[in-house]
């Protein structure tokens, strides 16, 4: 959404590079700048760091959801990993 000033939003500034980016590199390009994320940040955090965060990510997430959301996805993922293997 472009402001009334005729300048460009940050929010649509920084859509519109993303799609550029999108169209100038493939997905090993995204691939390797992923790899290398998670290379620095493993890094500069140790093993507690990781399990805190899981923790977190956990309980939020069962707080958001009820059982019958769980029993839906873990079918899907059975599903989806049952014709994998064929």
């Known amino acids: 959404m472009a402001r009334n000033d005729d300048r460009m ?15 100038n590199h ?3 390009f995204y691939q390797e700048i992923g790899r290398k994320g998670g ?3 493993s890094k500069s955090h140790d093993k507690e760091f990781y ?8 309980e ?15 079918s899907k993922g059975g599903s989806a990993r049952s014709n994998d293997d064929r």
């Open 51 to 58: 399990q805190e965060i899981g923790r977190k990510g956990g």
């Open 60 to 74: 939020a997430t069962s707080n958001s959801h009820d059982k019958d959301f769980y029993k839906e996805i873990g």
């Open 26 to 28: 493939d997905k090993e």
């Open 39 to 41: 290379e620095a940040t």
């Open 9 to 23: 939003s940050r929010e649509e500034a920084g859509r519109m590079g993303g799609e550029a980016t999108s169209r």
